[in-house]
């Protein structure tokens, strides 16, 4: 769904969960959705895993062999290691972080003998698509959904007033119940309709599918 403009119009993402349960539920759903995947991708949350999946749908990737996980946070990566690793079930594993949650996914890797490519965010999602996709088209974006008057608010507080752009449509991204997922998809498109995909996405992209 587009706006007048013919941008993206961020919406309920089909497919996903969402509410106060929607950590532990969509890492029930992926676990159980694994099947015989040979490469399994970590990510730390829902909208990480929407990322992934959107990126590939809109690059018209199948990824028929791979099977994208979100582990409810970087601190529980262990347990997924153990399950997926060489001493478990010996699937390819990839992953997507936060920088600031790059020792920690790393450290548990260390710790089990188990080498997985990280590919590390900036500072996390959010920012790669801000500066991917620049903060005039994220703020049409939002124009399109309705929600520009909300993040103008957001603006004028004093505490983010003075803060340059990109941290306060990294604040408000951030907030809210749905909005990380809802915006990672339409932002996500957009960053694809300009060719300015984020790096960590696309490059573990090309990975998954084995480019």
């Known amino acids: 769904m587009s706006g007048r403009s013919g941008t993206p119009r961020p919406v309920a993402v089909p497919g996903y969960v969402t509410g106060p349960a929607a950590a532990t539920e969509a890492t029930r759903l992926a676990l159980a959705g694994v099947g015989?995947?040979?490469?399994?991708?970590?990510v730390e949350g829902v909208s990480d895993q929407i990322a992934v999946?959107?990126?590939?749908?809109?690059?018209?990737?199948t990824l028929a062999s791979v099977a994208v996980v979100p582990i409810g946070g970087a601190h529980g990566v262990g347990r997924f290691l153990d399950r997926f690793g060489p001493s478990g079930e010996g699937r390819r594993v990839l992953g997507l972080c936060d920088a600031g949650e790059e020792h920690v996914v790393r450290r548990a890797g260390q710790v089990r003998g188990v080498e997985v490519p990280w590919f590390v965010c900036h500072a996390d999602l959010e920012d790669e698509l801000i500066r991917a996709v620049t903060p005039t088209e994220v703020i049409a974006v939002l124009a399109a959904d309705g929600t520009l008057r909300s993040f103008?608010?957001?603006?004028?507080?004093?505490?983010?007033s003075d803060r340059p752009v990109e941290q306060q449509l990294r604040r408000f991204l951030g907030s809210g119940s749905t909005r990380k997922s809802r915006y990672a998809h339409a932002l996500v498109v957009r960053a694809v309709e300009l060719g300015r995909v984020p790096a960590p996405l696309a490059d573990l992209l090309d990975a998954a599918d084995g480019r």
């Open 152 to 160: 103008r608010t957001v603006q004028r507080q004093p505490a983010w």
């Open 36 to 42: 015989d995947a040979a490469t399994i991708v970590l």
């Open 53 to 61: 999946e959107a990126l590939a749908r809109a690059e018209e990737r």
